[in-house]
Structure formats: C-alpha cells, structure tokens
C-alpha cells in the first residue's frame, strides 16, 4: 500500500503536480458509433502516448470505445473502452474495461465519475437487449495509485466489489448492472466430446 507520499512520488514521475479537481474535459458517449474520424483520432492520441503504439491494434481498440473525454479546445484526451469478456471462474458475461487519460489530463479527480457515466452507458445499452449481453463491468486495476487508492472490497463510489485477483497479481473487480441476473450455465463439455 503507498501513503499520500508514494501517490505524489508516483505522480513526480508521470510528470503530474498537484491534484486539481477542476474537471478539465466533457464526458462524451460513443458506444457503438466509433466512426472513421474518431478511430483516427484514438490511434494518434494511443500513439503519441505510447498506450497502444500499433495503429492496427489501436484501431480494433477503437470500436471498443464507450465514452470519450474533450477538452476545451475539443482535443480527444480520454477513453474508456469495452469488450465482452467470459472469466473462467464466474462463467458469466461481463464487459472488460480500461481507461486511458492523456498524462496532462490526469489528477483531477475523474477516473470515477468517468467510470461511472461508461457503465451507466453499457448498462443503457443491455437494458434495451432482449437478453443482456453482459451481466455487468469487469476491471483489472492496472494502474498502481488506482489499486493503492481503492483497497475497500465494496467500493460504493464506483459501485465495484473485490472478486480476487487476475493472472497477473492484479486487483479484479466488477459491478453488475442494475436487475443484472446469472445467464444460464452452458453445460460442461463431456470428457472426450469432440472440441
Ligand atoms: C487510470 C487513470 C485513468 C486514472 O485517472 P487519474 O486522473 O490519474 O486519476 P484521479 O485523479 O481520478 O485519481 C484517482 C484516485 O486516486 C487518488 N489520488 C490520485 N493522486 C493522488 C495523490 N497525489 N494523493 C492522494 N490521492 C491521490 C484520487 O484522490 C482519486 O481518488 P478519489 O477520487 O476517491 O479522491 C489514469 O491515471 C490513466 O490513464 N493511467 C494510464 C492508463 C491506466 O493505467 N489505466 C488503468 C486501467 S485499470
């Protein structure tokens, strides 16, 4: 766990100040209408960051997107992306979701709320389906202040409970959508049943 010194030490190094909770950028929803114009812009700005260097995996992120962030000026500096996952041990769907802010637009005190208006975005969007693609949002806390930050097993404010941790030693959780209930369980393949 690092202290409020560690979060600044951490902050020193991404080149981030101070916490300014001026919120710097619109939160737009574009879930399902990524078009050519926005593909563009996501690979220039994963690119010249250095988040997703290759514009060919870049683009196939792109279609993932669910909202994005705009400056001012109307410059992309965020995005949050989805994609439907099937974790092995919960054997339900969920969405895989990963946010990314521009270095200068981070420490403003909006990794949740921007969270927060995606999943509301997803949960729009399965609400409408006959049968919802996805019970809810699965994250894997990449991001070390992210995981410092938020050791509560329920974490009301971005409504997520602790489920274990990923392959890769990193904090997983979810949040289920409003009414979300368990898809049926597809029956196990019968040992020696063809693949
Ligand atoms: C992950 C990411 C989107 C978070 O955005 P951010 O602007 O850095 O985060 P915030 O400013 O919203 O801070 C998040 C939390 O950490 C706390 N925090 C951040 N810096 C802090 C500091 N110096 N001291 C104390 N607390 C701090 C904030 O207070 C906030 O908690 P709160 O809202 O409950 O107060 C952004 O850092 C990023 O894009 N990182 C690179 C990609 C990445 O790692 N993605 C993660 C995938 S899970």
């Keep these: 766990m690092i202290g409020r010194r560690g979060f600044a030490e951490a902050r020193r190094r991404q080149g981030i100040a ?3 909770t001026e919120v710097p950028f619109e939160i737009i929803p574009v879930w399902k209408q990524v078009d050519a114009g926005l ?3 996501l690979v220039e700005l994963w690119g010249r960051t ?3 260097p290759d514009p060919e995996r870049a683009a196939i992120r792109a279609r993932q997107a669910v909202c994005v962030a705009r400056s001012g000026d109307g410059a992309l500096c965020g995005v949050g992306t989805a994609v ?3 974790p092995r041990r919960l054997r339900q769907p969920l969405y895989y979701y990963r946010q990314f802010f521009a270095p200068e637009f981070r420490g403003h005190k909006q990794a949740v709320p921007f969270f927060n208006r995606a999943r509301q975005v997803l949960q729009d969007y399965t609400a409408a389906q006959a049968t919802p693609e996805s019970i ?3 994250l894997e806390l990449e991001n070390q202040l992210l995981s410092a930050r938020y ?3 329920f974490e009301p404010a971005a409504d ?3 489920i274990g941790y990923s392959p890769r030693g990193l904090q997983l959780r979810v949040s289920y959508f409003e009414g979300a209930t368990l898809h049926p369980l597809p029956p196990r ?3 020696g049943a063809p693949a």
């Design 136 to 138: 809810g949002v699965l």
């Design 39 to 41: 593909t563009a812009e």
């Design 84 to 86: 439907l996952s099937f």
């Design 189 to 191: 393949p019968r040992p």
């Design 160 to 162: 997520s409970a602790f």
């Design 50 to 52: 250095n988040a997703v």
């Design 18 to 20: 101070e916490l300014n």
């Design 151 to 153: 050791t509560r097993a």
